[in-house]
């Protein structure tokens, strides 16, 4: 049963960082990407990062490209997404999202966690 579990979340002001963590389990050798994406209240869940297991390959949502960068440990089975520079428009809950390919639409996504919720504000 695949699982994935989102940590990191919580309240920063305008400009500073958070890290969030997702820690995955019980995956199938179908599974190579796992992505980041957000949701803010009334708005639609959009594609944040996703980074591919067998390459390493990295994608970004353009409002994100030089804030943020997501990483791996296989070790740990953990996949991290370093956010800076952090703006209010940022504000979201955060998920992370297990799929065969990376994707930037929640319908190419095929596992979810529950969320982290970030908040941007002063």
């Known amino acids: 049963q695949v699982q994935l579990v989102e940590s990191g979340g919580g309240l920063v002001q305008p400009g500073g960082s958070l890290r969030l963590s997702c820690a995955a389990s019980?995956?199938?050798?179908?599974?190579?990407?796992i992505g980041w994406f957000r949701q803010a209240p009334g708005k639609e869940r959009e594609g944040v990062s996703c980074i591919r297991s067998s390459d390493g390959s990295t994608y970004y949502a353009d409002a994100v490209k030089g804030r943020f960068t997501i990483s791996r440990d296989n070790a740990k089975n953990m996949v991290y997404l370093q956010m800076n520079t952090l703006k209010p428009e940022d504000t979201a809950v955060f998920y992370c999202?297990?799929?065969?390919?990376?994707?930037?639409?929640?319908?190419?996504?095929?596992?979810w966690g529950k969320g982290t919720l970030v908040t941007v504000s002063s």
């Open positions: 019980g995956f199938t050798l179908d599974i190579d990407a």
């Open positions: 999202a297990a799929g065969r390919l990376c994707s930037d639409t929640p319908r190419g996504m095929d596992y």
